[in-house]
């Protein structure tokens, strides 16, 4: 028994390592891919000959305002994500985005470089709030929750307008110009794209490998432009296009977030809508079952009406003994369909009570005219001598009730005639009355659910629990009108003694 459950459990292990495998291959792709358009972009706006042809400030100006206008499309992906997965991490980056991406980049494109002290020390705490953010979106403050980073935003947006009311003197130039900031933006950047690209091969999520990618190139963008030693943005295109494909690779990671997003709330709309279609069809059938059986026990009882004439005639009579063993028939029956037993639950064996046995026929149809005959009704019964079936005797019980029943509602008065004999190795009961007969071409369309005569009454569920029944025996039920005398005749037949059982399928497939 270990055997097999070792090979399996060394056949998930392999296919685990397969997936992860075949993950981090897409991943040096991605990284490959990344750093080849990365390259191409310094060599071609890096070229002197393009330089020549282009005006650096100018096309640094468009670089930089297209970098925030994705900054900004990648803010909303984020909060769409944030909404959708109820992860407060995605809405701490969309803070960021905006701070950085609608406020720090456009302020630099519209100033470059002439700037005082106060307004580059107001753009430089807008700057350190973005990146402060970012780092606080890998593991947000629980306390904070999703609102936590408009807070600081909003937080970082005061602190920025307070600085533009900067001294210009000796402490706040160095602070403001030294090194110590540029060292902060370098380790800041780089310790914000390797958390993130870490956090991403960890979950192997392929959403936040991306972004964490993006802000790699982001970082790189700093490290050049402090590599090179200009002071401002707006003259390096290298630096504004590496910073434009860095934004563009977090837009494709958080657009790829969003879209799982909202595959997984489509996949749990189906999977609900199903429960939902499930549970709509268990009401129905339940409906259903709960219908055919009050259908069932009102004819029954409607049956048991003669017991008043039990209780009235005498003890040692024929007569009282015949009704007395009709009624506790008839009370069983009617208990076994208050057990759920005589109606189907879909696809069980009827009257499920045991295996189907042996009975005779005659004292369950003398029984059924006895109580028909205690409330005053005709009816003529003749059963072949010895006549037996092989099954269960309420279902030939419960639908020669039925049938009954049908025939006091559609010829009310005649007299009805039970007639049981044996017919080609079956079982034959028939059920006559002396009424209108069936409307042409209706022999079939009369078993169906809910088919009913609008002037006769009834639910329309009779026919169509006894055929149900019947089938289920193995035998069949068939109705068609007669003439001489003109009338309706239902024809019953049941398997005879020693007949096979039939299998749960075969009922089914009828």
């Known amino acids: ?11 998930a292990a392999a296919g685990q390592r397969r997936l992860a495998a075949r993950w981090a291959s897409r991943r040096a792709i991605d990284t490959v891919v990344t750093a080849g358009v990365c390259a191409v972009a310094a060599v071609v706006f890096g070229a002197p000959s393009v330089l020549d042809v282009l005006d650096p400030v100018l096309t640094g100006q468009i670089l930089t305002l297209a970098a925030a206008a994705v900054g900004a499309g990648a803010a909303i992906l984020a909060v769409v994500a944030s909404r959708l997965l109820g992860d407060p991490r995605p809405g701490w980056i969309a803070s960021a985005l905006i701070l950085y991406c609608v406020v720090v980049l456009p302020w630099s494109a519209a100033s470059p470089t002439d700037l005082d ?13 973005a990146l402060v953010l970012l780092l606080l979106s890998i593991r947000p403050p629980r306390a904070l929750g999703s609102w936590g980073g408009w807070v600081v935003m909003f937080g970082g947006g005061l602190l920025a307008v307070a600085a533009l009311n900067t001294p210009d003197v000796g402490p706040a130039r160095v602070l403001v110009e030294g090194p110590m900031i540029t060292i902060a933006v370098l380790v800041g950047w780089t310790a914000t794209a390797v958390a993130f690209v870490v956090d991403g091969v960890a979950r192997q999520s392929t959403p936040r490998s991306r972004f964490g990618l993006g802000l790699v190139v982001l970082a790189v963008a700093q490290l050049y432009r402090v590599g090179v030693g200009l002071p401002g943005a707006g003259g390096n295109l290298v630096f504004a296009v590496l910073r434009l494909i860095g934004l563009v690779v977090v837009l494709v990671g958080l657009a790829q977030l969003v879209q799982r997003a909202l595959s997984a709330l489509r996949s749990q709309q189906w999977e609900q809508q199903e429960e939902l279609a499930a549970a709509a069809l268990h009401m129905e059938r339940a409906t259903e079952l709960a219908a055919e059986r009050d259908h069932e026990l009102r004819n029954g009882l409607a049956g048991l009406a003669g017991i008043t004439h039990l209780l009235s005639s005498e ?7 015949r009704l007395k063993q009709a009624v506790l028939a008839e009370l069983g029956r009617l208990h076994l369909i208050l057990d759920g037993a005589g109606i189907d639950g879909g696809g069980g064996e009827a ?12 004292p369950v149809l003398a029984g059924l005219a006895a109580l028909r005959r205690s409330r005053d009704a005709a009816v003529d019964l003749e059963v072949e001598p010895g006549l037996a079936a092989r099954g269960h005797s309420a279902v030939l019980a419960q639908v020669v009730t039925n049938l009954l029943a049908n025939c006091d509602r559609h010829a009310p008065g005649t007299p009805v005639t039970i007639r049981a004999r044996s017919a080609d190795g079956a079982v034959a009961v028939e059920v006559r009355d002396r009424g209108p007969g069936l409307a042409s071409g209706g022999e079939e369309a ?14 329309g569920l009779g ?20 003439s001489d005398p003109p009338g309706c005749l239902a024809v019953i037949t049941l398997p005879p003694v020693g007949a096979p059982v039939p299998s749960v399928t075969d009922s089914l497939g009828r």
């Open 446 to 459: 009369v078993f169906a659910r809910g088919v009913r005569d609008e002037a006769a009454g009834g639910c």
């Open 315 to 321: 003890p040692d009579s024929e007569d009282h003994e």
């Open 351 to 362: 009257f499920d009570d045991g295996a189907p046995q042996e009975y005779e026929v005659e």
């Open 463 to 482: 026919l169509h629990i006894s055929r149900q029944l019947v089938d289920r025996e193995g035998g069949t039920l068939e109705l068609r009108t007669v």
């Open 117 to 129: 002290l106060a307004h580059r020390a107001s753009r430089l705490v807008a700057y350190l709030t």
């Open 1 to 11: 028994m270990t055997r097999p459950a070792a090979r399996g459990g060394a056949g």
